[in-house]
């Protein structure tokens, strides 16, 4: 029954994305329309592609650093992609892909040193999540400085918009980035999907987690290595979309419970409708105009967290 | 007016005439390095009137340098910002003469449209000018139609698949290079018929980014533009506005 409801959700996510646009195309012509076929459907799909992927990412990050608060953008890999971006402008590097490829290579340079940071601070070659957790942080913070120092003392008009990129939006969304996304996304998503028992384990505790059976230190690993690639793969083809990640993991552990081979699914389905969903208002309720749609995810997500937050402390 | 003898620091943006590029930069404008500007010990300071040069100016006046805020955002702020010039520098004849040039580049009818075209500031998210900008009134006076004039803000983000549907004949950037944008080459981009059919409209930034005395030069610039650019467009044009 809940699964029903998800998915129906997630497909009216999908069908009511490409129906409704800021451009009035007949529902005859819907199947003709090259807006239709060329911007809204890959757009759709980008977004509930990259909408799931965060929520997945979300919630493995969440049993990995045991800290309820986890986001996939907290470890850092924004201000990494930030700072790519800005440099690839400041540079003038041309080419249709140079932001997002640049983004990405931000985010992998943040990603490696903050593993770095983690292996240091666990004792043996362990990797600690609490080290993970600040090492991001700080690592973020790193980054931004390097960004605002750069965007203020170039003189590229262009840099500003950088940020604006940044802030996250599905406009270059094409039948390409669709296509690359369908072909990066399986891997990081099945090495997480293989690793639920473990993660189930790693919730009662590093030490019980390892009586249990599971080699604690190789699913740190996998888990931190594979839910940061899929969030760097998100950030190159539509910038920082926040509250998905963080909402959605938790929507989905109040509904099903905590066995990750059931919430990582339905972390997935849920990102992925309510990533569709916030990006079609964003295009249609102002339009022409167009809203960022980390704005929508934050005016949808924060007023449901804060409902969360109430349970909780009632509870 | 005749009173470039007398300028003793510029923004490092000021750029035209060349003549100004001997001048020393006190480095950015926006706002402005206030100790690099006192050093040069002008009588007066001239600032663009935005949020940052509001402080700037009472830093300045506070420490005796006489300041003024030019609204500089549309044509109808030229003739005043001129007289304001000539009144602190005691030009007032001269000023008059260009101000009344200023205005009579707002005052003069504007000319049928012949073409239609949307202003595209950033690919990713889209950002066009809408009607209460500059770049607006040029496009204008110069005989084009802004597809996007019926959202009033001066730049506004906007969706993609919206310019596909309002189908400008033109895409006009603003290009220093003048090499046509890399978003061109973006597969979702080709969507829009005139990125498609390469028609692309490429406005040097020092001449058509921001208003001032050469505007008048920037909206010929920009009629002949779209005259030469292509005249069977310009004759489709036609057809469609008669309709």
Known sequence: MKWTLLVIVAVLALVTSVILGPAAVPLGELLHSDIVWNLRVPRALLAFLVGGSLGVAGASLQALVRNPLADPFLLGLSGGAGLGAVVAIALHLSGPWALPLAAFAGALAALGLVYRLGLIGGTGGALDPRILLLGGVAIGAFAAAITTAIVSLADAAELRNAFLWLWGGLSGASWDSVLLVVLYIPIPLAVLLAASRPLDLLALGEESAGYLGADVEAVKRRVYLAASLLTAAAVAVSGVIGFVGLVVPHLARLTWGHRHRVLLPAAFLGGGALLAFADTLARTAVAPRELPVGVVTALIGVPVFALLLRRWTIA | ?243
């Open chain 2, 1 to 243: 007016m005749g009173a470039g003898d007398r300028v003793v620091g510029r923004t490092q943006w000021c750029d035209y005439p060349p003549a100004a590029l001997t001048i020393p930069s006190v480095g950015d404008g926006m706002p402005p390095n206030v100790e690099a500007v006192a050093a040069r010990h002008p009588d007066l300071v001239v600032l663009y009137n935005a949020g940052p040069n509001v402080t700037a100016a009472q830093q300045l006046e506070r420490i005796g340098i006489r300041t003024v805020l030019l609204d500089m955002n549309r044509l109808e702020d030229l003739g005043p910002a001129a007289r304001t010039l000539g009144r602190l520098t005691g030009l007032e004849q001269r000023a008059e003469s260009l101000a009344a040039a200023m205005d009579s580049l707002r005052l003069q009818p504007l000319p049928p449209p012949t073409a239609s075209i949307a202003f595209v500031v950033w690919d990713n998210p889209p950002i066009i000018i809408g009607h209460g900008s500059y770049l607006d009134q040029l496009a204008a006076a110069a005989g084009a139609r802004n597809v996007f004039s019926d959202v009033t803000a001066p730049s506004a983000q906007v969706s993609l698949e919206s310019i596909v549907a309002r189908n400008p004949q033109w895409i006009a950037v603003l290009s220093d290079s003048g090499t046509v944008p890399a978003f061109a080459k973006r597969r979702e981009w080709r969507a829009v018929r005139a990125v498609r059919e390469g028609h692309f409209l490429l406005l040097q930034g020092s001449l058509f980014g921001h208003p001032g005395p050469r505007s008048g030069e920037a909206i010929r610039r920009f009629r002949a533009m779209l005259v030469r650019n292509d005249e069977g467009a310009q004759h489709a044009a036609h057809q469609v506005l008669h309709k």
